[in-house]
């Protein structure tokens, strides 16, 4: 009798133990890789080409493909330096992986520094689109999951995925301990703050526009930002952390609907 019962029980043990070890839910386990697979046919390469330069092709930084397959979602920061018009720059995407990629030229449909977004348009045939959450339904506790070019440059444009639990949902800036930490841009967010999401998972150059998106759904609830916030949030700090944000989806549709497109 004994026996039998130190057999049920270890069978009870083994089957937790299996549960706490399994990377996720068995509804996330079957959807995730084909949520991945569809995200990334829509994240492209941001960057430029010159003719005269090699290699020809410079990455800059992640978009995504939104509206009608023929925009782009990016941070403002990565279209802002100035082309080399002179040599014929031109600023566009990448799109495909590693060596298979295809250039195309992008126009700047409309931009709102203030959020650090931008719409990109391109020509040709369209791509796959992500389509837009409801950013104000975000909670803290949601484990959301953003796929980008982390150093793409040196890596190659091999999309990679990571997940990233909202951590906190806080102000761009907060009051800062004294005058010397105070910059110019600080107190112009000072006139307009909005809220951004603070993200458990690291984020590396080149995931700059990455979305950040549900792993069951694909609807994309932000855009990663590293440069742009922590210039604000963590101008004091010497090295880089391990805290990531993104900008909330909101930004994203306003820049769309200006342009009548539907997110």
Known sequence: MKSVFLRALQGVLIGIAILATSPMPGALADTLPQTIQKVKRSVVAIGTYLPTRAPRGE????????GDGLHVITNYHVIKPVLDIEHKE?????????????FRPVEVEATDPAHDMALLKFSGA??????L?????????WVLYFTGYPIG????LYPASIRAGISSITPIVRPAPNARYLDARMLRREEDPFKIFQLDGISYPGNSGSPLYDPLTGRVYGTLNST???STKENVLKDPSAISYAIPS???KALMQSVHLNP
Do not use: N, W
Request: net charge negative; proline share 4%; no cysteine.
């Open 250 to 252: 909101r930004y994203a």
């Open 59 to 66: 990455f800059r930084a992640t978009g995504y493909v939104v």
């Open 153 to 156: 440059s040196i890596l190659g």
């Open 133 to 141: 959450g409801d950013s104000d339904s975000v909670q803290e506790g």
């Open 90 to 102: 031109v600023l566009g995407i990448f799109v495909g992986e590693g060596e298979s990629t295809q």
């Open 126 to 131: 369209p791509l796959p689109v992500l389509r």
């Open 228 to 230: 742009f916030i922590k």
